[in-house]
């Protein structure tokens, strides 16, 4: 327990200074106090385009009022955990009267992380709360790795003779509330059809995209069509469909 630890370093420090450590030792066991508040950490499932909630509950399990400072930060990181900057920060003092709970939460918006976070990055909530008096210190991170819109391929058969035309279906909606920006759809399928990339210009908030491709189909078997999706503000969703084509 950290009271623990404090009691080692403030034994050690004082024989260091020449006191009797068993005497400070025993003093320290009769004026020590416990850690007493038990904290807990909660948050929902994080998807793109929703604001991000990270809770914190302070349980205060003395006899006594307890005074909590905490500090929750978001900072943007790579896939390898390195920092890319501040997302957002907030500074709570809380109070929680004896034998209750004290609660107090980190909102981060659309706005606040639409830009800031890379396709292949992720968001990292760091908390501290320190209790007042007691010296008690309570530190954790977590990861959040956002649930991403996929697109959805329909072609109008899923066997086919080669030679015969294929209408692949491409949809996407927009799952920000603000306009994505140079908004561009690219179709794509091994061996059987080149790159078609296709301009959407600004994509209206929660608005879906909705595009039809007449796709030829030159090569027989199981074929897999890869569509991507790319704008200012959103990048990197994808979405696929498996064909077949037939002599």
């Given at each position: 327990k950290q ?9 050690g420090a004082?024989a260091?200074?020449g006191a009797?450590?068993e005497?400070?030792e025993?003093?320290?066991k009769k004026n020590?106090?416990e850690?007493d ?6 948050h929902?499932e994080v998807?793109?385009?929703?604001s ?5 509950e302070c349980k205060?399990q ?6 909590i400072?905490v500090?929750m ?5 790579t896939y390898?955990g390195?920092p890319l900057?501040?997302v957002?920060r907030?500074?709570?003092?809380l ?9 107090c939460a980190?909102?981060?918006?659309p706005e606040d992380?639409?830009?800031k976070i890379r396709p292949?990055g992720a968001l ?5 709360a ?6 008690q210190?309570?530190?954790v991170?977590?990861q959040f ?7 959805t ?5 899923t ?8 209408k692949?279906k ?9 306009p994505?920006k140079?908004?561009r759809i690219?179709?794509?399928a091994?061996?059987n059809?080149r790159?078609v ?12 995209i909705?595009?039809?491709?007449s796709?030829?189909?030159?090569r027989?078997?199981?074929r ?8 200012d503000e ?6 696929e469909?498996t ?5």
């Amino acid at each position: 327990k950290q009271w623990y630890q404090r009691r080692v370093r403030a034994v050690g420090a004082a024989a260091c200074m020449g006191a009797r450590a068993e005497y400070l030792e025993e003093y320290y066991k009769k004026n020590a106090v416990e850690d007493d508040i038990k904290f807990k950490l909660t948050h929902g499932e994080v998807k793109m385009g929703d604001s991000v909630v990270v809770n914190l509950e302070c349980k205060n399990q003395s006899s006594e009022v307890r005074s909590i400072k905490v500090v929750m930060t978001g900072t943007s990181i790579t896939y390898m955990g390195k920092p890319l900057g501040q997302v957002k920060r907030m500074e709570h003092m809380l109070f929680a009267p004896e034998n209750q709970t004290a609660r107090c939460a980190l909102y981060i918006s659309p706005e606040d992380y639409v830009g800031k976070i890379r396709p292949d990055g992720a968001l990292k909530v760091a908390v501290r709360a320190e209790v007042q008096g007691t010296g008690q210190i309570y530190t954790v991170s977590e990861q959040f790795d956002f649930n991403k819109p996929k697109i959805t391929l329909t072609p109008n058969k899923t066997t086919i003779r080669k030679g015969q035309l294929i209408k692949m279906k491409i949809q996407l909606e927009n799952p920000l509330k603000i306009p994505l920006k140079n908004a561009r759809i690219r179709l794509e399928a091994a061996r059987n059809l080149r790159p078609v990339n296709i301009n959407c210009g600004q994509v209206k908030p929660k608005h879906k995209i909705s595009a039809t491709v007449s796709v030829p189909t030159r090569r027989i078997g199981k074929r897999q069509f890869v569509a991507s999706f790319d704008s200012d503000e959103l990048k990197d969703i994808q979405g696929e469909c498996t064909v077949v084509i037939i002599d």
